[in-house]
């Protein structure tokens, strides 16, 4: 009924492709170092000394009761008038990871306070130092608990980064602002990257619960219902 | 001319934020009526209709906003209607806040005991009188917390349709920052604006949250 | 030379004051059972005694080391204190081995293979040599109990304490868990235990010690004490405890 018309955007294609590979790339690397930014937030959230746990509250609230996209402006036009040089890409990423780390601190944090006390006594009365307890009787459990929750992190953070295209970096929705600008075929071009989104999202997530288990099947431990709100940045 | 970030810059973001919260409003507003269906379809009898509700919402929640705001912005023009921004914004918006909302309701309906329909069933109400009396008065009180938490979502995500010239709060940042090269304390206000609305949405949010569960374990 | 001295312990929660001046000595390869009614300070004076709870004033101290809560002296005493609880706590996510190998690797530094073999004696000693590779959730409460202390013996303790060890399984398990016990016992092995289980503090303990109001209200040969206790608390305790 819109008589739709296809092949102008896909003799763009290698522009899509390249996006495609850009938006894997953004969020991988987002995912990898924003769990790493999460996991020791939420460590320190648990027994760091109480001026830090503080520092981690503030961080993860600022975050989360601000827009991605103002998270973006401020990393990406803020931090060069203060004199650091950054580039779209990297801003894009810097800002992906610190806005996922925030949410998987609250995530992290949710697993760790499942591990029962008696569980963290147990080790304590086994002569583990603290870290120890934490490394290899705390962590494992907590993160398998939260994995599902985890997962769809992963997954808002990968959708978010469609956002970086506001900032021109030129990911799967940047190619398509760029192909729409080019051959006015707005609609389809869309069609197309929603498509692409929805695909690379249920990859995602079936990938990353066969990751889940592979890890922690074996482990025997069951995940728990989280009350924690679903968000998109 | 570059302009200084002064007061009257900071009054002119501070008035923008009124299109966030009407676009906030109105994304809820109609969000919560295709919520509402998308949750009633979730648990409907005909299986034909669950799965389109299903499909409904793994389709909004596998793609970005931004691509929803682009289709319904191009779709509807496609469709012959010229609609200003504000409008595709919001619809955008609120098929958005219509797949979040519809799954936090399912799962809320859905977490009401089983016993509580067969009674009401017992009681010889009809389906449409068991939702109204029974089940959904017991469900909005265990939906209310997420959904509340939803809203902060919402209020974030209406900054992404600045990109069709919606002048609210991150548009118009932009705007100030263009005009004055002052990024940085351009968008520090920005965000403070943003905070200061949702802020008090997640600490109420958490507290009906905590009131919940005390009701819920004693 | 006692192994275990403790010394006008107080031990308060709050405005609870649990022990008032509790003073025990212990000699190597006596085992104690602790005695008294619920709410009467043993848990809270095992858990003392290996540094899980932080006294307000008194001394301990056990198996060579001195009561100290600098975090490197207290894991050196608790490297020659095990304890054994109730609820087990095993790790859930470890089969029953790694629940064994973990702290002689990590606190012992012993290398994966020699803590394995550890662990598969540990477990032959428990009667478990052939569930090293089952999860905790594969086993009975009675299995379960029985790796958790093998998951102490393997730090080679010098001193035991049990919390009420068989008291959350059903009666026909809590059997294999009072057997391995007994064998510890006979082997030498000086153990601290609460319980509920009359017979066995008859049976296998050099002394019995009745808590009651804060305080040891009465200790000796657990012969003796059942025959003639000597104050009307015991005897209205153990009255009780025998219906
Ligand atoms: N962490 C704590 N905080 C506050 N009060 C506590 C704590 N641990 C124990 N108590 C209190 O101290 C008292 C003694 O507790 P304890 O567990 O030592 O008793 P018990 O003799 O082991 O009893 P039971 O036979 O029921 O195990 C109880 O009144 C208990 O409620
Ligand atoms: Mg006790």
């Given amino acids: 009924m819109f008589g739709l018309h296809f092949g102008p955007v896909f003799a763009r294609s290698d522009a899509l492709v390249y996006g495609f590979w850009l938006t894997l790339q953004l969020s991988a690397s987002a995912i990898v170092l924003g769990s790493l930014v999460g996991l020791s937030a939420a460590a320190v959230r648990n027994m760091g000394p109480r001026p830090l746990r503080w520092l981690v509250q503030t961080y993860v609230e600022i975050i989360r009761n601000t827009p991605f996209l103002v998270q973006l402006y401020i990393i990406f036009f803020g931090l060069p008038s203060l004199g650091f040089k950054i580039n779209a890409i990297e801003a894009g990423i810097l800002a992906m990871t610190i806005n996922l780390g925030a949410y998987s601190t609250e995530i992290f944090r949710a697993g760790i306070e499942s591990v029962h006390r008696s569980q963290i006594e147990a080790g304590q009365a086994l002569a583990l130092t603290r870290l120890q307890v934490f490394r290899h009787i705390v962590l494992v459990p907590a993160v398998a608990r939260v994995w599902p929750s985890l997962v769809s992190q992963f997954i808002l953070i990968m959708l978010t980064s469609s956002v970086c295209s506001f900032i021109s970096v030129e990911e799967l929705s940047g190619a398509s602002y760029t192909i729409q600008s080019e051959t006015f075929q707005s609609f389809e071009v869309y069609i197309v990257a929603g498509l692409v989104y929805l695909a690379l999202a249920l990859v995602l997530k079936m990938a990353f619960a066969a990751l889940g288990m592979r890890l922690f099947s074996r482990r025997r431990i069951k995940p728990i219902a989280l009350h924690l709100p679903e968000m998109q940045p | ?218 | 030379m006692p192994i275990v001295v403790v010394d006008n312990l107080r031990k308060s929660f709050g405005p609870l004051e649990v022990l008032k001046g509790v003073s025990l000595t212990v000699e190597r390869g006596q085992v104690v059972a602790l005695l008294g009614r619920s709410g009467s300070g043993k848990s809270t004076l095992l858990r003392c005694l290996n540094g899980l709870e932080t006294i307000d004033s008194g001394r301990i101290e056990i198996a060579g080391h001195k009561m100290d809560y600098a975090p490197r002296p207290l894991r050196e005493l608790r490297k020659d204190v095990g304890i054994v609880f109730q609820s087990f706590n095993l790790f859930p996510h470890l089969t029953a081995a790694e629940n064994v190998m973990l702290a002689p690797r990590l606190a012992m530094k012993i290398a994966r293979p020699a803590a394995r073999q550890l662990a598969e004696e540990m477990l032959a000693k428990v009667g478990l040599a052939d569930k090293l590779d089952a999860h905790p959730d594969q086993l009975s409460g009675g299995q379960q109990q029985r790796v958790a202390i093998a998951r102490s013996l393997a730090m080679q303790p010098k001193v035991m304490l049990f919390d009420e060890v068989t008291s959350a399984l059903d009666p026909e398990l809590t059997g294999e868990v009072l057997n391995v016990m007994a064998a510890l016992a006979a082997d030498g092995m000086t153990m601290l235990l609460v319980t509920h289980e009359m017979g066995f503090a008859r049976n296998v303990a050099t002394t019995s010690v009745f808590m009651h109001g804060g305080l040891i209200h009465e200790s000796g040969p657990p012969a003796t004490m059942f025959a003639a206790p000597r104050t009307p608390e015991f005897q209205q305790f153990i009255g009780q405890s025998l219906k």
């Fill in chain 2, 1 to 218: 001319m570059i302009r200084n970030f002064g007061p009257s810059e900071i009054l002119f973001l501070i008035e923008s934020a009124r299109w966030t919260l009407l676009l906030t409003f109105l994304a809820a507003a109609f969000g919560a009526c295709g919520g509402l269906a998308v949750a009633l379809a979730r648990v409907a009898q005909t299986r034909a209709i669950r799965n389109f509700a299903t499909g409904y919402i793994a389709v909004v929640q596998g793609i970005p906003v931004l691509i929803l705001l682009f289709l319904s912005y191009y779709g509807l023009s496609r469709a012959g209607f010229n609609l200003p921004p504000i409008v595709a914004a919001s619809i955008s918006l609120a098929i958005y806040a219509s797949g979040y909302l519809g799954d936090i309701w399912q799962g809320a309906i859905q977490s009401v005991p089983v016993q509580q329909w067969e009674a009401s069933a017992s009681l010889a109400l009809t389906r449409p009188q068991q939702y109204r009396t029974v089940i959904l008065p017991q469900a909005v009180r265990i939906a209310l917390p997420p959904t509340v938490g939803f809203l902060v979502q919402l209020v974030k995500n209406t900054s992404i349709v600045s990109i069709v010239s919606v002048v609210e709060l991150a548009r118009a940042g932009q705007l100030v920052n263009n005009a004055t090269f002052q990024p940085f304390p351009v968008f520090i206000t920005v965000a403070a604006i943003y905070f200061v609305i949702c802020f008090p949405l997640s600490l109420a949010s958490r507290s009906l949250e905590m009131k919940f569960n005390a009701y819920r374990g004693g």
